[in-house]
């Protein structure tokens, strides 16, 4: 018996140690996730189950960077729609506050599920942002507004409403 319960104990940690390095995580975007899942924490929001969805979080140089037509970031999706990788492009990383918010809201795409929430203002979830720098100088109250108001947390509040509405016995 004690053998056994040995083998499965080392069997679920080589599983979960396996499991754990499935995501390819660019060490310059690691930080910034960590940040991410500490305010995932703070808000409730779980967000494990949807990290070993990703097969990689990663700085690309394949993104368009072009006069015009620049490509901050982007999720990729497999044939079932299901989001993949999260790709930053190389030219955020240039200035920490532009990378911060490119990654916060590709984050946010996946972690989150945020579409855009306008199409060129001063938010992080702006499908073009106007001003990085205001979003920066804004920081701590954007990604409040960025945690309070995506769908997933306002999912979850509207289902502890209703077992809050539910009548006891």
């Known amino acids: 018996m004690k053998r056994f319960l040995l083998a499965l104990f080392l069997i679920s940690t080589f599983t979960i140690a396996f499991a754990q390095d499935s995501v390819k995580i660019d060490g310059r975007l690691q ?20 990290l070993f969805q990703l097969k990689s979080i990663d700085i690309s140089n394949t993104l368009p960077l072009e006069e015009g037509s620049v490509v901050m970031g982007m ?12 790709l930053v492009n190389w030219i955020a990383s240039v200035d920490p506050e532009i990378l911060k918010i490119v990654a916060f809201h590709e984050f946010a795409h996946h972690f989150l599920d945020y579409k855009h ?53």
């Open 75 to 86: 999720v990729k999706r497999n044939d079932d729609h299901v989001i993949e990788h999260i």
């Open 31 to 50: 930080p910034l996730l960590k940040e991410f899942f500490k305010h995932c924490e703070a808000y409730g929001i779980p967000y494990h189950t949807k």
């Open 117 to 169: 929430t306008c199409t060129s203002c001063d938010e992080i979830m702006a499908e073009n942002n106007v001003s990085y720098f205001n979003v920066a100088k804004d920081w701590d109250n954007q990604v409040h507004q960025l945690f309070i108001t995506s769908p997933v947390y306002l999912d979850m509040q509207a289902k502890i409403s209703a077992v809050n509405m539910v009548p006891s016995p």
